[in-house]
Every structure is written in C-alpha cells, then in structure tokens.
C-alpha cells in the first residue's frame, strides 16, 4: 500500500476517496482517450459513490465500468442485487458511460464468468474501487482466498462471516436467505488494476483492517494481498483504524 488516509468520519472518508478516484479517472482519459474502472458495492461504498457522481470533470463518455461481484441467482428487484445498486447509486445519477459490464447472476454462472473474462481482458483497468469485508475478503473471495488462479472472474463460496455481514447491514432479514454463492472478480485480476482506492469505514471493519494492513500476507486474510500493491490507496476513517498501532 503506498498511502494510508485516515479521516475523522465516513462521510470525510467517502469525499476524500470519491476526488482521488475522480482525479484518477480524469487523468486517465487525458492520457490515453478513454478510463477503464471497477465500481464495489455495499454500505462501505456509499460516500464515496456520492462524490464521485458529485464530480465536474470527469467525461462519462470515455468511461467502461466493470463491477466486483454479484450473488448467484438473486433477482434484479432485490434489494441487496448489486446490480441493482450500481443502477440506482451510480448509474442513473451520471451521464451515459461508454460501456457497462454488470454480472448477471441470474444466468449460467460459468458461462457469465467466461463472457466477463473476454470483455475485461481487452479493457486494463486504469482504477479500482473496491472495500474490505469484516472476515478480510476482497470483493467475495472469502477466506482462505485463491490468490493464484488467473480467470478474470470466479464462481465462489460465501462463508459464515460473509452471509452474516450482508444481514448486520440490512441487506437480508436472515443468514439462511443470503445466496450461498457469488460470482467474484478474482484476487489477480483485481491486483492489475493501476489504481486501487480501498474505502473501509465502520467500526465492524476495524478488527479486519489490522489484520490486512499489520498482519503478514496470507489467504486467511485476503485483502492483506493489497500490501503488494505499488499503488493501492486504502482510505479509514477514526473507527475502523482503530486497532492499528
């Protein structure tokens, strides 16, 4: 990680990360025309998201979003589908990108994971907003993670922790009723990203943070992978950098 911002609430948090993804995005359509990015999801994201979309100077129209993750077999009209977030919180409130690739997890899951390999391959991606869970996972590569393969985009198994998070922040009313499985952007294909802005708030998240940033690397906690990324920017607030030392 080559910077580590703490700030005093979310809502600094999600305004400090939004104007360095924005400057991120900016520079690189400057650069070379056009941004390829990568949009997470969840309660983590929500401040952030607001600034981003609050930015003037950021051509949507020379931008490609990809996004993380998505339950398997989750309706679109749920309220925790993730592709329903990113229409909701992102995608209505900017103008009309140059190209969307959301997971559909309502198709055949290897066959969506085949189509979104070939569309991502072909797009490098110039910046990567992504969380950490309260178990430590990397969009949803739960412990212990798969930090080899090198497919684009997995199938995954979603743990204890995971499914219990998704009903600590209202998304599901019981752990029964979370997907048991996901379809993933993979551990390697995040780490190409050029640019990561990890956004982690919450005092839920502080115990995970510890374990990522001051903890060796390992798969039991996937997002201290981050630590070898040469520009991965991680963004705290008071509450969830709490157990640091």
């Known amino acids: 990680m080559t910077n580590i911002c703490v700030t005093e609430n979310d809502k600094e948090l999600g305004r400090r990360s939004g104007e360095l993804a924005a400057s991120l995005i900016s520079a690189a359509i400057e650069k070379k025309g056009g941004a390829n990015i990568i949009l997470a999801t969840g309660s983590s ?78 797009s490098p991606i110039d910046v990567a907003l992504v969380g950490i869970g309260e178990n430590g996972h990397l969009a949803f590569n739960d412990p212990p993670a ?41 551990i390697q294909q995040i780490l190409l990203s050029k640019h990561i802005i990890c956004s982690v708030p919450g005092i839920r998240k502080a115990k995970a943070v510890k374990d990522c940033v001051e903890g060796e690397i390992s798969n039991l906690h996937p997002a201290s992978i981050l630590q070898n990324h040469p520009a991965c920017h991680l963004f705290l607030d008071k509450e969830s950098s709490s157990f640091l030392k």
């Open 45 to 122: 994201q929500f401040e952030t998201l607001n600034a981003l979309i609050k930015a003037e100077n950021i051509q949507w129209s020379k931008v490609t979003m990809f996004h993380l993750d998505e339950y398997i077999g989750l309706p679109l009209a749920h309220k925790a589908s993730f592709r329903k977030y990113l229409k909701e919180r992102f995608l209505n409130k900017v103008p009309a990108l140059r190209d969307v690739h959301l997971i559909n997890g309502e198709t055949d899951p290897q066959e969506e994971c085949n189509r979104l390999a070939k569309l991502i391959r072909e």
């Open 146 to 186: 798969d930090f080899d393969t090198r497919q684009p985009y997995i199938i995954v198994d979603l743990d204890q922790a995971c499914r219990q998070q998704q009903v600590n922040e209202n998304w599901f009313s019981t752990v029964e009723s979370v997907p048991a499985q996901a379809i993933s952007m993979s």
